[in-house]
């Protein structure tokens, strides 16, 4: 798309991955982490977005697009793991357990 | 079998073979051995086609860069694929007996779920290595660090969940700021092939930015120092084949991705100062993961830091193979170390486990007189850290000399001053255990019985670690091939 | 507190750091759009990012597949799943509107499928609304008894990647490359890729909802 900025959204995207980061380091609760890192994926995804309409031309370019699409699917693959794992730490935690290192 | 023949099947084989291990859980294991033996005869046929015809590259569907994806065979990538394939072929034996030595549900689920997920780990390593595309690799990267995560977290118990945990924020996080990175060189060149970056590459503040987004995840999840603090519970808690797999493969992979980074795609940016706070950041690394090792009380937790110490070493490539005099010998040696390393690490990891079978526990205070039980492994063991401290004619005694003649050569002396404490506290902790393992026991305690084919793989990893010294040439003239340092390796002691 | 603030601090430079590189991109990026449309007559699909997705970095798309995978073979691994707890089947409007919405789900993401090679749409997009749908199954506490065939569902979800692997050795018996499709042939080979793709991609979607391995065995 000719002579339009779309600096704007990549700034927002960079934006979403510093409060994500800053989020993801300092929650204690570990869902609020796990969002916080989907906040910085999100962020990733926006400026990837923001640079293929920055690309001239008739349509957006779809390289990055595609990209964002593959992202996606494993940011969905990452948050079930990590959903999965935090709850049988939860679970593991709320038992108690013999023998158990250090 | 052409090259494309050979890398396909190194890449398909073992992702058919997880998700075959998955529909079919009874055969995991015949799908973990056929796997391998299919990988091994591939990297063989790649191996040669590498040598007999230079570096080997594919365009999967036919479209070059930039717009399709190239699969390249260097030197490097060949000595990565090699290093993998044996390692994982020991892992496919050591395991066969290995999680069916407990009878209970547990175990029984815990082998059924092993199969597959190594087989994943093996796929991610195979494709990363043979990928010149930096998006390609992130995909890598992640199918790697879920695969990692998760065969942590099989061991079940609280310690395993919770470094897992910790592993999985770090692994995530750190694969969003590569991907970040990776977003920001599109933006910038256009282009996201490893070959075709470094044609057009110039240094500017987004490149920069990049590539330093870029390192900062990889070396986040090489657990460099001082980002390694995920990895000591991760990989003593893990399983022991686990433990192997992750010291011995997953954390040289983002490695191997800043060599081809930092010296292939945007050499231009490597300058001097960047190169020597790699090195610093090395060098801390192994004084700190050797110090530590020192005074832990759990066997695998002296291996796991002996890691992070080890990995150090490997950093010290980077100012050692960026100067002009005696670069591929740094280059090589490096590399030579890197494979060292995993044989050795997981001759020790394998140990270890076998250690904690027959004594039910890893507390090096207890483990007197493990030598009349374990005789095979204790000497494995030793073997293992003959090669880890650097004794000729060890592997590791090849990488380590081939560094401090590089080190020598450029009058970095102070990297050489380094790398002898390393080898000193290396022995250090190696003895300490050893002490305790040949002491005399008045009453001898009733073992578990090992399987003899966990003891013989880690005999055999612990052999190779020591003979493989004699094949340093050969891998030197492997590594030429497409290498991007060049130079004499001096062998022999004097120095130009 | 003290950590917090160093924590801020980081992240601040970190945004700085970003900005001024994001703002020192060039302002026309070179960008592969030209090159995309160029190759679009080959690729066997008229959509440009279906083009991309399957024909000129499918082998991303099928480590990808995989990807999924083995995410839904490691959430098995970690726990056992569970039925969500719901009420909806206390609720006969609910469940009325669920038995209309649920088959024009499962037609619309075949829809999507379908129309991937032309227009926005395709496996993934496709498979989000499946997946979607099953999520919807399960809060309606339908079809509870599906999830006894392990052997079903475990076929399901390999699927895209079994498919996927074939048509790779496939191709590369009749081309010679890796994912080279043969002359004109593109469009019916992505068609069979996307398919099982769309199937698999929407059980594990909806299974990772379920959160874990359904029966009570242990593999």
């Known amino acids: ?102 | 079998m052409t090259s494309a023949w050979a890398m396909a099947w190194l890449i398909l084989s073992p992702l058919v073979g997880a998700a075959l291990a998955f529909a079919f859980p009874r055969l995991g294991r015949w799908l973990a051995l056929g796997t391998a033996g299919v990988v091994g005869l591939a990297v063989v046929r790649l191996m040669r086609l590498v040598f007999a015809g230079g570096v080997q590259t594919h365009r999967v569907s036919g479209w070059g860069a930039p717009l399709g994806i190239e699969l390249r065979a260097d030197g490097l990538s060949v000595l990565m694929l090699i290093v993998t394939a044996l390692i994982g072929v020991a892992i496919a034996l050591y395991s066969q007996r290995y999680f069916v030595s407990g009878h209970d549900d547990d175990a029984l689920h815990r082998e059924r779920y092993f199969w597959p997920l190594f087989l994943f780990l093996w796929t991610a390593l195979n494709a990363l290595y043979l990928s010149a595309d930096i998006f390609n690799l992130y995909v890598t990267l992640e199918m790697l660090g879920f695969a990692a995560v998760t065969l942590v977290a099989l061991a079940g118990t609280r310690a395993a969940l919770t470094a897992a945990l910790r592993y999985v924020f770090v692994s995530l996080s750190a694969s969003l700021f590569y991907l970040l990175g990776v977003g920001l060189v599109y933006g910038q060149c256009g282009t996201v092939d490893l070959p075709s970056l470094a044609a057009q590459a110039r240094p500017g503040p987004a490149l920069w930015v990049a590539l330093a987004l870029m390192t900062g995840g990889l070396v986040a999840k090489a657990a460099l120092f001082p980002l390694h603090g995920w990895l000591p519970p991760a990989h003593a808690n893990a399983p022991a084949p686990v433990s192997a797999l992750l010291s011995a493969l997953v954390v040289k992979a983002p490695f191997y991705i800043l060599l081809r980074l930092w010296f292939e795609a945007f050499p231009a940016l490597m300058t001097p100062a960047v190169a020597q706070v790699f090195g610093a950041l090395g060098a801390a690394a192994i004084l700190w993961g050797s110090v530590h090792a020192l005074f832990q009380p759990r066997l695998k937790l002296v291996i796991a830091y002996s890691t992070v110490a080890q990995l150090g070493y490997l950093f010290l490539l980077f100012p050692l193979a960026a100067a002009q005099e005696g670069g591929f010998m740094a280059w090589s040696g490096g590399l030579m170390l890197l494979g060292a390393h995993a044989c050795a690490k997981t001759a020790m990891f394998l140990t270890a486990g076998n250690i904690l079978h027959a004594a039910g526990h890893d507390r090096i205070e207890d483990l007197d007189g493990i030598t009349h039980i374990l005789p095979v492994s204790v000497f494995a063991f030793g073997l293992a850290g003959m090669s880890l401290i650097g004794l000729p004619p060890s592997s590791g005694f090849a990488g380590k000399w081939l560094l401090l003649n590089a080190a020598l050569a450029q009058g970095q002396w102070w990297w050489v001053a380094v790398m002898l404490l390393g080898s000193l506290l290396a022995a250090a902790y190696i003895v300490r255990m050893l002490a305790h393992a040949f002491t005399r026991v008045d009453e001898p305690k009733t073992p578990n019985p090992i399987p003899p084919v966990m003891e013989g793989t880690a005999l055999a990893l612990a052999l190779l670690a020591v003979v493989l010294g004699f094949a340093s040439p050969w891998a030197a003239e492997l590594l030429r091939v497409g290498a991007p340092v060049v130079g004499p390796i001096v062998m022999g002691g004097s120095v130009p | 507190m003290t950590s917090r603030v160093l924590v801020g601090v980081l992240s601040l430079a970190l945004l700085a750091a970003l900005g001024w590189a994001v703002l020192s991109l060039p302002l026309r990026p070179t960008g592969l759009t030209a090159a995309s449309l160029a190759k679009l007559s080959e690729s066997g699909v008229t959509n440009p990012v279906t083009a991309v997705l399957l024909n000129y970095r499918g082998y991303d798309t099928l480590l990808e597949v995989g990807v999924l995978l083995l995410a839904i073979v490691a959430v098995w691994s970690l726990r056992r799943g569970e039925w969500p707890a719901s009420h909806l089947h206390d609720r006969p409007l609910v469940m009325s509107l669920l038995r209309v919405v649920l088959p024009v789900l499962v037609l619309a993401a075949g829809y999507l499928l379908w129309i991937g090679a032309f227009a926005p749409g395709g496996a993934f997009q496709g498979g989000a609304l499946l997946g979607g749908a099953i999520v919807l199954v399960m809060l309606g506490g339908l079809a509870r008894r599906v999830l006894a065939f392990d052997r079903l569902l475990r076929a399901g979800l390999v699927l895209g990647v079994i498919v996927f692997a074939a048509v790779c050795a496939v191709t590369m018996l009749l081309t010679g490359g890796l994912l080279q499709f043969p002359a004109n042939t593109g469009g019916t080979w992505i068609m069979v890729i996307e398919s099982a793709a769309l199937v698999s991609i929407g059980l594990t979607l909806g299974l990772l909802y379920f959160g874990g391995r359904p029966n009570a065995h242990h593999a």
């Open chain 1, 1 to 102: 798309m000719p002579d339009a900025d779309y600096r704007i959204y990549a700034l927002a995207g960079v934006a979403l991955f510093a409060i994500g980061f800053y989020s993801m380091l300092v929650q204690a609760h570990l869902l609020r982490r796990i969002m916080a890192l989907n906040v910085m994926g999100s962020g990733v995804f926006l400026v990837y977005i923001a640079l293929g309409a920055q690309t001239p031309g008739p349509i957006p370019d779809p390289v990055p697009h595609a990209m964002v699409l593959t992202g996606i699917v494993v940011s969905v693959c990452a948050t079930g793991l990590a959903l999965a794992l935090v709850d049988r730490v939860q679970a593991a935690a709320s038992e108690a357990e013999p023998g158990d290192d250090a």
